[in-house]
């Protein structure tokens, strides 16, 4: 380099300094020999760099630096589990960690391993890249996994491995995430959470597409809910086992039916593609096995029997292994009626039943416990055959009728028409009043073994005035009768004690009669024509517009007839009876008047007051002021019955 002479001889300056460059190396590999081992102390601690074992004891590892430097690394930082042992000679990576007091570099072989695992899986992290691990380790939270040659953790909940499966899992190859990097541990953190769930997602979807209905598979029990047990049918495909599926019983704890871990052998009964769900059942091999087992039980035998279960309507017993029949409510007294058949048995209770219905293909069985004793229905119609008179006490009484215990354990019905012949009684208070625990002799009306019905009757046990009348009762008879009752559209006339008859609302009068209530009276004694007597349907009709119409066509008509000009209500009501012979009459006025006297309350006295008025009111007024107008009125009928004869 030359200098700046004629700058400064253009300044003229002496003093200012003269600046010179060394002269130019020749050899400049000398030069950087000389700076290298100076620079040394610039490779900041924390770098990994290549270095060279030189020996090996039981304290450490002498090494040496790629730039002639010596390094130390304690034994305990030499290598990482599962390493090889290092051999003088073998080239390793290093971390720089300081100095030691004697000058040589402290470093890490174990620790340079592990800044640069983080390196390469940090990247790896940010690629979103899966790499293949084995699981080596089964811990309390997860698994270790042997990834790339490094120890790294999978947590449980991230493994996509069933607790119950853990162990299994041991020594398999999965493919796993990066969720991240553990500082604290120097290690990386593994999931195959999302994997395993595409994963089943895609098999599950597979098998349900293979699966058909009917299909019998072999599974393992996974795990057990209150209405059911879930079964891994292969793949991890689960089918739920329903409770109601498991047996031909009921089940009521699945737990006690099946165990977790059980293999069992299961039918598809359906296939719900959409919502991904699989129904198994056990019922079918139940039942196959049931109708082998009840093939060799024959019906009418008598077998002894542990009570398993009790409910509303029946108790299933076990009458051999695995085979249970039903005892229904019905079959299990002939005296008791139990409302619950926990109110007879109990679950444990050994007890002796009969066989009543065997049906294998069904797999079902009927018992029976009553028919094992003796039946009290059949030895009581022995005893009592029909016809019979028989004593009952009174068990209950309801609105239709009474119920008699006429044996131990033996009920029979009086129906409340069986009560009485008089009347038509709506409950059997209207007859009488009876009472609970009384005792009467009914007569035994009809017997229905098969159902366990009696037909019982009271008024029976007097006899049927059918009997006594059905001679004496003739068509076209006239009779006296006694107005007892009234329906809508007929009065009920009591011709004997016991004995009715029906005078229908169309038969009082040869005129029309709106309101039966108006033309007769409870009590009323009439004289009517018995028109129709049918024992076979117990009726008898009555009529008094028939003996009005057989008395004119029988008599006839004459100018000096009392009814002339009467209307043809007033002659019905006298031609039976109702008035007297004549109209006018003082004592039939009288007698119709007193009864109005005595009943000023009652309707039916006043309606049918209202219906002799037009007839006998005026009558009845002027007979009980005197009797001179009376005898006024027939000097005028015989007055006008002379002159009639005249103009003759």
């Known amino acids: 380099m030359q200098t700046e002479e004629p700058i400064a001889a253009e300044h003229d300056d002496t003093s200012a300094p003269v600046w010179t460059l060394p002269p130019a190396p020749e050899d400049w590999e000398s030069l950087f020999a000389e700076v290298e081992p100076h620079d040394v102390d610039r490779i900041d601690d924390g770098t990994v760099c290549t270095a060279t074992v030189s020996d090996v004891d039981d304290d450490g590892v002498t090494l040496q630096l790629a730039s002639g430097e010596d390094a130390w690394c304690d034994i305990e930082d030499a ?241 051999a292994d695995g085979v249970e029949g039903l005892c229904h409510i019905s079959e299990l007294s002939w005296t008791e009626r139990p409302q619950h058949p926990s109110d007879i048995l109990d679950v444990d209770e050994e007890v002796e039943v009969r066989v009543l219905e065997v049906r294998p293909e069904e797999g079902r069985i009927s018992l029976s416990l009553r028919a094992g004793q003796e039946d009290p229905w059949a030895r009581f119609i022995e005893d009592s055959p029909v016809g019979s008179l028989i004593d009952g006490r009174i068990a209950r009484i309801e609105n239709y009728g009474i119920f008699l215990e006429v044996a131990e354990g033996v009920e029979g019905l009086c129906h409340v028409s069986d009560l009485t012949w008089e009347g038509r009684p709506e409950s059997p208070q209207d007859v009488r009043p009876f009472e609970i625990g009384e005792t009467m002799q009914v007569r035994l009306l009809e017997c229905d073994l098969e159902r366990r019905r009696l037909r019982l009757g009271l008024k029976h046990v007097e006899g049927d005035p059918w009997d006594d009348a059905a001679d004496s009762l003739k068509e076209g008879q006239r009779i006296q009768v006694r107005v007892t009752r009234f329906d809508e559209q007929a009065a009920w006339c009591e011709i004997a004690p016991g004995l009715e008859g029906r005078l229908h609302i169309s038969q009082i009068s040869t005129e029309r009669v709106e309101h039966i209530r108006s033309a007769l009276r409870i009590g009323q004694e009439l004289t009517v024509m018995l028109t129709r007597a049918d024992r076979a349907s117990r009726r008898i009709d009555l009529s008094v517009r028939a003996l009005i119409e057989a008395e004119e066509r029988s008599a006839p008509r004459s100018h000096t007839d009392d009814s002339e000009g009467l209307n043809p209500l007033a002659v019905a009501l006298r031609a039976s009876a109702i008035a007297g012979d004549e109209l006018g009459e003082p004592e039939v006025a009288a007698s119709q008047q007193a009864e109005a006297a005595a009943a000023p309350g009652d309707d039916e006295s006043a309606e049918s007051s209202s219906v002799v008025s037009p007839v006998n009111a005026p009558h009845t007024d002027e007979s009980t002021t005197d009797g001179t107008n009376a005898d006024a009125a027939a000097h005028t009928d015989d007055d006008a019955t002379e002159d009639d004869a005249t103009e003759e």
Do not use: N, Y
């Open 79 to 319: 290598s990482l589990p599962g390493d090889p042992l290092l051999r003088p000679g073998d080239a390793v990576r290093v971390l720089l960690l300081g100095r030691r007091a004697r000058g040589e570099r402290q470093v890490s072989i174990s620790r340079a391993r592990l800044v640069e695992d983080f390196d390469r899986w940090t990247a790896r992290i940010k690629a979103k890249d899966r790499v293949k691990g084995t699981i080596t380790q089964v811990l309390r939270g997860g698994f270790t996994v042997e990834a790339d040659g490094l120890r790294c953790f999978v947590p449980g909940r991230h493994s996509g491995i069933p607790l119950r499966s853990a162990f299994s899992a041991l020594g398999k190859t999965f493919e796993f995430e990066v969720l991240r990097l553990d500082p604290s541990e120097g290690r990386p953190v593994l999931s195959r959470k999302r994997l395993a769930e595409h994963q089943a997602a895609e098999q599950r979807t597979a098998m349900l597409e293979s699966l058909t209905e009917g299909e019998v598979k072999t599974g393992t029990v996974t795990r057990i809910a209150p209405f059911g047990a879930f079964v891994d049918i292969g793949e991890g495909v689960e089918g739920l086992l329903h409770v109601s599926e498991m047996a031909l019983h009921r089940v009521e704890d699945p737990a006690r039916f099946v165990q977790q871990g059980q293999r069992v052998k299961v039918k598809i009964i359906r296939v719900e593609q959409e919502r991904g769900r699989i129904g198994l059942s056990m019922r079918d091999f139940a039942e196959q096995a049931q109708r082998d087992r009840l093939e060799g039980i024959e019906v009418g035998t008598d077998v002894r029997g542990t009570v398993r279960r009790i409910t509303d309507f029946g108790a299933f017993i076990e009458i």
